[in-house]
C-alpha cells in the first residue's frame, strides 16, 4: 500500500499531494502563517471547515462531507465531526480573548447522535464559563435538516505565557511580526 503525502507550505495556499513516501524534515517543527487571528489552520482547511461567524462568544462553523471523510461504512467519520465542534468552540473562545492568546483544549465529550451520510454539517458554539486560565464551551453539530448529530462539551486552558510562539498572523500591526 502507497502512502499519501499531504505537503503544506507556510501560507497553506500551495498543497500538493503525491504517492510517495514521507521525506525527512517534513515532520516539524513548522513556522505556520495564519490568514488571521479568526481563520483556519492547516488541518481544519484539510477538512475544508468554514468559519461562518465567530463574534461575542459564539461561532458558526461548516464544513462538507466528502468522500475523503467517510469511514469503513460510507458515514462521516466521527472524529471530523468532533474536530469540526472544537474548532468552533475554539472560534468562539478566540472572539473573546486578545489575537495571539494560546490555549489547548484539555477535555472533551461528545455524544454521537445520528450519522451523517451527504451534506453539509453545522456547528453552532458558544463559550459557556471562563475563570481564570480555564474556559468551558459547547457545540451541537447540525446536518442539513437541522437534525442534531453530536453534541459537544470541552474546557480549555489558557497558557501561563498566553501569546502564541511561531505563527504569523497576516492581520497582526506588522505583517512579519511572529507572535
Same mark, same amino acid.
Given at each position: 500500500?502507497?502512502?499519501?503525502?499531504?505537503?503544506?507550505?507556510?501560507?497553506?495556499?500551495?498543497?500538493?499531494?503525491?504517492?510517495?513516501?514521507?521525506?525527512?524534515?517534513?515532520? &516539524?517543527?513548522? *513556522?505556520?502563517?495564519? @490568514? %488571521?487571528?479568526? $481563520?483556519? !489552520?492547516?488541518?481544519?482547511?484539510?477538512?475544508?471547515? =468554514?468559519i461562518v461567524e465567530a463574534a461575542g462568544g459564539r461561532a458558526?462553523?461548516?464544513?462538507?462531507?466528502?468522500?475523503?471523510?467517510?469511514? &469503513?461504512?460510507? *458515514?462521516?467519520?466521527? @472524529? %471530523?465531526?468532533? $474536530?469540526? !465542534?472544537?474548532?468552533?468552540?475554539?472560534?468562539?473562545? =478566540?472572539?473573546?480573548?486578545?489575537?495571539?492568546?494560546?490555549?489547548?483544549?484539555?477535555?472533551?465529550?461528545?455524544?454521537?447522535?445520528?450519522?451523517?451520510?451527504?451534506?453539509?454539517?453545522?456547528?453552532?458554539a458558544r463559550v459557556v464559563s471562563q475563570e481564570d486560565r480555564?474556559?468551558?464551551?459547547?457545540?451541537?453539530?447540525?446536518?442539513?435538516?437541522?437534525?442534531?448529530?453530536?453534541?459537544?462539551?470541552?474546557?480549555?486552558?489558557?497558557?501561563?505565557?498566553?501569546?502564541?510562539?511561531?505563527?504569523?498572523?497576516?492581520?497582526?500591526?506588522?505583517?512579519?511580526?511572529?507572535?
Open positions: 500500500m502507497q502512502g499519501i503525502r499531504v505537503m503544506v507550505s507556510a501560507t497553506y495556499e500551495e498543497r500538493s499531494v503525491e504517492d510517495k513516501s514521507e521525506p525527512a524534515g517534513l515532520t &516539524g517543527p513548522h *513556522l505556520i502563517e495564519m @490568514g %488571521a487571528w479568526i $481563520s483556519c !489552520a492547516p488541518f481544519e482547511r484539510l477538512l475544508d471547515m =468554514k458558526v462553523l461548516s464544513m462538507p462531507f466528502r468522500i475523503d471523510l467517510a469511514q &469503513g461504512a460510507g *458515514l462521516m467519520h466521527g @472524529g %471530523a465531526l468532533v $474536530s469540526l !465542534a472544537d474548532t468552533a468552540v475554539v472560534m468562539a473562545i =478566540k472572539s473573546l480573548v486578545p489575537p495571539g492568546t494560546h490555549f489547548a483544549t484539555i477535555s472533551l465529550e461528545t455524544v454521537f447522535l445520528y450519522p451523517v451520510k451527504q451534506g453539509v454539517v453545522i456547528a453552532r480555564i474556559v468551558q464551551g459547547q457545540a451541537i453539530v447540525y446536518n442539513e435538516q437541522e437534525r442534531p448529530v453530536l453534541e459537544f462539551t470541552s474546557t480549555f486552558k489558557m497558557a501561563r505565557d498566553r501569546r502564541i510562539r511561531g505563527v504569523v498572523f497576516r492581520d497582526s500591526e506588522d505583517l512579519g511580526e511572529r507572535i
